[in-house]
């Protein structure tokens, strides 16, 4: 499509606005961490916020191709604010964690917030900002505020009790959100844009090795997920979709703003995580908003799937799910267990799961069922969506690694000649997706007692590195000796002696991102015992470092 024009912006919003008439349709049911706070947004209401964002950019001096970072939490204005850069031809790079220093580094402004609760905990963004920016002596970074729990006063709010840090400020570089807001016109003209232009930059997660900034670019990927959400999630004017995803990864990207707000979709904006204020939230939030299409990570099912907390605690009632029609799960393989659970207890066998592959690269998915369409087995990818192998592009795919194409030529294309690759295994004529093949410890999740288990490695006097194991068990189970020693002889006899763990330790709870992803990093620096983590802001739930460490075994 190169030397075409366009503009995301205008295709997601004035476009539904003005021709589809959409004006007054809910884009985003907001709901925060507490169930307390929510609120709901037009697409005229959205518009108008992202032409006065857009603004405040201009006025900041950004234009078009400059870089801007967000780092915020899952809060209206990060749409408004990743919308603002489409429209004016800016490049947004969404940061969640450690990369916030790469990022800072290649950008003149950054927008953050004070702060924001994840469960009970208080997370200090702007000081995790600052101490980044610090580091790079970047004193020309321009800092925008927003601050979280102070604005939008037609948000149902209770009081909010403020933590103890003070929120950094320096008056000299940070601006604040609500004044500059407030200062400028609702009316923006788009910026025309070629089809080729680059729209983000995306930091790929770590599970894949060394962070790369995966670059998309406009029409390609407006198309590309436009088309992959309506398919996939067959799309219909009634429906209220919920992608619990955090837009600071891919599947946010695509598929909790753009894919949805180009079919004119109203979907749900979540804040929280899946445990608090109980580990019912998931099923309350699908009751509150009778959610139609629910989208989430297989972990997030496991984590539930423990603690099935189908029941409202305060009514005593089973949460009303019969509004689901269809269910997805993306980011890791779900095994069939998990899957039947998600397929029977969730969709009560009225919803076709669409387990979806795809990668932060790839744009949107490439591998899935379509809903009713395709015969499903539970736990498997299913096949390719448009394609055979990858043999060719598609709309959606990366065009480069940002400041690094031989990177990206060797990294995808040079493995296979001739072909895309995706740097994952599969089985049979179905895709199972058994896992990173890069990752170079296997995982059995074959006993019965063992929920979930996550394996790294620590430094060994003899061996020079050794197995240390962290393990999740079902409910009931108690972690002893004895089972310690069952564990390893099974690993031994079913997989071999040198995969036997050294370190084998309790894990109520394994580190993940908000995404569903283990951090392996995080469970490295446990087993190793290196206190300073670094930024965990990532972190769906922030308490699990700290119960990890208290049961760290220190001998094997
Ligand atoms: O290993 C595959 C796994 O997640 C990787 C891509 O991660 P990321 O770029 O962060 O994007 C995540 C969201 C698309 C893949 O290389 N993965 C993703 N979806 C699945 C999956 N593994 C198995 N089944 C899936 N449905």
């Not at 601050?147 to 940070?174: E, M």
């Not at 990864?249 to 753009?258: A, K, N």
């Not at 309350?284 to 959610?291: A, G, L, T």
Request: charged content about 20%.
């Amino acid at each position: 499509m190169e030397g075409a024009k366009t503009n995301m912006c205008y295709n997601v919003l004035d476009r539904n606005v003005k021709d589809e008439n959409l004006g007054e349709r809910v884009a985003f049911y907001w709901e925060g961490n507490s169930p307390d706070h929510h609120m709901a947004i037009t697409y005229s209401q959205l518009l108008g916020q992202v032409c006065r964002c857009a603004n405040v950019l201009k006025h900041m001096g950004v234009r078009k191709g400059d870089r801007v970072a967000i780092y915020l939490p899952m809060i209206p204005e990060l749409v408004y604010t990743m919308l603002a850069c489409a429209r004016i031809g800016a490049v947004h790079s969404i940061v969640v964690s450690a990369e916030i220093d790469i990022m800072v580094s290649q950008c003149s402004i950054l927008v953050t917030a004070d702060g924001v609760y994840r469960g009970e905990k208080w997370i200090n963004l702007k000081q995790i900002a600052d101490e980044a920016l610090e580091k790079y002596e970047h004193t020309h970074t321009c800092c925008v505020l927003v601050l979280h729990y102070r604005r939008q006063p037609s948000v149902n709010l209770s009081p909010v009790v403020f933590p103890v840090v003070q929120t950094p400020w320096d008056a000299a570089c940070d601006v604040c959100w609500d004044e500059v807001m407030g200062q400028v016109s609702e009316q923006c003209e788009p910026e025309w844009l070629d089809a080729e232009d680059p729209l983000f930059i995306l930091y790929t997660s770590e599970s894949t090795g060394k962070p790369k900034g995966v670059l998309h670019t406009v029409a390609g990927y407006l198309l590309y997920t436009s088309l992959t959400f309506k398919y996939v999630f067959d799309h219909q004017p009634d429906d209220v979709y919920w992608c619990t995803a955090d837009i600071g990864w891919i599947t946010g990207h695509s598929y909790i703003t753009y894919g949805p707000l180009a079919n004119g979709g109203t979907s749900v904006l979540f804040e929280g995580i899946p445990v608090h204020p109980h580990a019912g939230r998931f099923w309350e939030v699908i009751e509150k908003y009778r959610v139609t299409k629910f989208y989430t990570a297989p972990t997030l099912i496991g984590n539930v799937e423990r603690t099935p907390l189908l029941t409202n605690p305060v009514t005593s009632c089973r949460y009303d799910l019969s509004s689901l029609r269809i269910l997805g799960t993306v980011g890791e393989p779900i095994n069939p267990e998990a899957w039947l659970w998600y397929y029977e207890v969730v969709g009560q066998k009225r919803c076709p799961v669409v387990d979806t592959f795809w990668q932060t690269e790839t744009g949107g998915h490439v591998l899935t069922p379509l809903p009713a369409a395709t015969p499903l087995k539970p736990g498997s990818a299913v096949r390719s969506m448009w394609l055979q192998v990858f043999r060719r592009p598609w709309p959606g795919i990366m065009r480069t690694v940002y400041g690094n194409q031989e990177r990206f030529e060797n990294t995808y294309f040079k493995k296979c000649p001739g072909f895309y690759v995706t740097g994952d295994g599969r089985i049979d004529g179905y895709y199972w997706i058994t896992g990173r093949i890069d990752d170079m410890i296997n995982v059995s999740g074959h006993l019965l007692t063992v929920a979930e288990a996550a394996v790294v490695s620590r430094p060994h006097t003899v061996k020079g590195e050794c197995l240390y194991c962290f393990v999740t068990l079902k409910d009931c189970r108690e972690f002893n000796r004895s089972l310690v020693d069952e564990l390893k002889r099974q690993v031994r006899e079913k997989i071999g002696p040198i995969a036997t763990p050294d370190f084998i330790q309790n894990a109520p709870g394994l580190p993940k991102t908000r995404s569903g992803k283990i951090m392996r990093r995080v469970l490295r620096q446990i087993a190793r015992n290196e206190k300073d983590l670094g930024d965990l802001s990532t972190l769906a739930d922030p308490k699990v470092e700290e119960v990890l460490f208290s049961q760290r075994c220190e001998t094997a």
